[in-house]
């Protein structure tokens, strides 16, 4: 019987497209690298400090439905095949995939007249992926995998949301940001709530007697309180309701770190990265819900970025340098680029998620040195791992 991986040994095209996590990893990091400081050059130059549009509603857009959106496209166009059976996506189709994406990041960073035409092209991407997804999880029967395929079909409503609001103004700028982001915080949830724990249990198996709880009932309330605070946050923002709910997922998503002897796996950096990413994920929900029963203890923008630089920043990192050395036949175990990876992205997240609780006046130097350690950690993936994402497996 043909295998996935038997279809991507027998394609014989460019390695690139042999694999959906080694074109969308390797760009997505890329696009993460360069958006943050075009960002941040046309924030600090002004409206007319580039020929290009790099306004707040780019630069959040770019970080949630852009970089996000490549990573996921990444991750499951190569988990999906081992979830159904069925083949990967590769050569043209997933070359035709891949220039939606391209697509949407060059139509929203120039100005085409009409300007739905870049909102048309951008918000392709995630419609014909999350249909893809669906198709593949209905036709491979693999029931355990649909509520990511509604997941991701609701990021590409939040995304077309997005657009809309800049015509009509039926949401806010606030709602529509945080539906993304609330979204692939849930996929954190999901995805980085089984992978943590079995790669935790895999690298323990014959290093230590601590092993994970497995999933159970408590794991369950814990998805269930989680989506349903980032609900009531994106619906009832400012409700006292909403932030002790948004306390409580933190309290008990830190509590799975707990579950997972996260002590155990200190000493694999490339095991220990999961367990501090999905830690950001807690304290993001913890940061969120104070900001809204203590808005002038806890600034909301703090909480956001714990989101956005944090659990999506770390643990993206951490799926992509993972999966890259697996899939490309390496060895499990970081070495000194990996580490120096893990650093940089921290660094940047403990920084950013700083920020509003400096002094103003060195706001802007954090600003830019958060923004500096985010390109940097992204750039060393692309050095260093780009070599695995272009050649052949050995």
Partial sequence: MVTPSDKGQAYQGPV?????????????????????????????????????????????????????????AGFLLTAVPNWTGRLPI???????????????????????????????????FLIVFAALVFRE???GKNKRNVKVALILSLLALANIGFHLSE????????QLSKMGLGIVLMLIVIIGGRVTPAFTTNWLRSRSDAKPVPFNKYDIITLAVSGLSIFSW????????????????????????VRWKFWAAVSEPLVLILHIAYGWAALAFALNGAAILKPDIFPAISGIHAIGTGAIGVMTLAIMTRATLGHSGRQLTADIPTVLIFILINFAAAARVATPYVNVDLQPSFTIGAALLWSLSFATYCLFYGRYLWRPKP
């Fill in 16 to 72: 690139i497209f042999s694999y959906g996590f080694r074109l969308f990893f390797f760009f997505g990091a890329l696009w993460a690298a360069l958006a943050v400081p075009i960002w941040i050059a046309g924030y600090f130059l002004g409206d007319m400090g580039l020929p290009i549009k790099t306004g707040v509603s780019w630069h959040a857009h770019e970080m949630i439905f852009g970089y996000s959106s490549a990573i996921i």
């Fill in 90 to 124: 590769v050569g043209w189709p997933l070359f035709w995939l891949f220039a939606l994406w391209l697509a949407g990041r060059l139509a929203l960073l120039i100005d085409i007249n009409p300007d739905w035409i870049s909102r048309l092209l951008d918000s392709a």
């Fill in 137 to 139: 999880v209905i036709a």
């Fill in 167 to 174: 015509n009509f103004g039926w949401w806010s700028f606030d």
């Fill in 234 to 257: 994106v619906t009832f923002p400012g409700h006292l309701i909403s932030g002790g709910i948004l306390l409580l997922a933190g309290g008990l998503n830190a509590l799975r770190l």
